[in-house]
């Protein structure tokens, strides 16, 4: 679809619908036999975010993407298709060694055909998107997340993560959309324990924990994520100086920003919004 076209699909859009376009649900909302009870059920959003949601995290199989995916387009005023994304970390169907294994090769070929597998198979089933590569610099062993990077080294992040990107996007109907993540500092939460505050200089988080994302964003993901941690007491997640002022303006990345599992609605515990609506006008209006 070319440009043009994109923009008069935009402009016969209703509000809902483009709201709708910026929603991730997971694939029980379109499960026909499921009955959704507890936690699931109390967060049940309006039936008009699951008509319009815009993509769909977690379904594995091309036969429940078809389904899924025919039943939506069938209702879809325009016809929008979803978009299918998936933790496709280290393989598909195909499992390599966990990113801080790959790391062990110093092999970023090696590591870029791994990625083009992974993305060969995730696209044969219908997946568009994958969250992955994982660059956090993680040097504390009790953060439970640390070997899906690539270890302690900024270099070695960039040079893996940059290598993973190229082989994620092939230029053909093969490859799928790249994720970096998490921006930034994820891998320096205190005493690793997840989520936590990241308390380290300026200095260390651009020349260490940056690092790695200013050498994979020369391979051009399609999407950064941001990190679940706050800096300087400011969570990430609604972080306008860190999102705006360095990823956008300063790096140049003009690709898609995602947050992450329920990160703007951690926003509300962070103690930076009253509630889900005020968080999302954080995204507005950042901290």
């Not at 690539?150 to 093969?174: R, S």
């Not at 947050?259 to 901290?287: F, H, N, R, T, Y």
Request: proline share 5%; aromatic share 8%; charged share 25%.
């Amino acid at each position: 679809m070319e440009i043009h076209e994109l923009q008069q699909l935009l402009s016969e859009m209703s509000l809902q619908e483009k709201i709708g376009q910026m929603v991730q649900l997971t694939g029980v909302y379109f499960d026909k036999e499921a009955v959704l009870t507890g936690v699931v059920g109390e967060q049940l959003p309006p039936e008009w975010i699951i008509q319009y949601a815009g993509s769909v995290l977690g379904v594995i199989g091309k036969d429940k993407i078809y389904d899924i995916q025919s039943r939506y387009m069938e209702q879809h005023p325009h016809h929008i298709p979803l978009l299918f994304m998936a933790d496709v970390i280290h393989g598909c169907r195909t499992i390599f060694p966990i990113p801080l294994g790959q790391a062990c090769s110093f092999h970023p070929e090696l590591v870029s055909e791994a990625a083009s597998i992974a993305a060969l198979e995730a696209s044969s089933e219908g997946l568009r998107a994958t969250f992955s590569p994982v660059i956090d610099v993680s040097r504390d062993p009790r953060w439970g997340r640390m070997m899906e990077s690539f270890g302690e080294d900024p270099y070695v992040n960039g040079i893996m993560g940059k290598a993973m990107v190229d082989g994620y996007q092939q230029k053909d109907d093969t490859g799928i959309a790249a994720c970096l993540k998490h921006f930034a500092g994820y891998g320096a939460v205190n005493a690793g324990r997840e989520y936590n505050d990241v308390e380290i200089s300026k200095r260390t988080f651009l020349e260490q924990y940056v690092k790695p994302f200013r050498m994979a964003l020369k391979a051009k993901p399609a999407m950064v994520m941001t990190a679940f941690n706050a800096i300087d007491r400011k969570p990430i997640s609604g972080n306008k100086e860190l999102l705006k002022g360095l990823l956008r303006d300063k790096e140049g990345f003009e690709g898609t920003v995602i947050s992450d599992w329920g990160s703007i609605g951690q926003l509300e515990e962070q103690g930076v919004a009253a509630d889900m609506e005020e968080a999302a006008i954080q995204l507005q209006k950042p901290v």
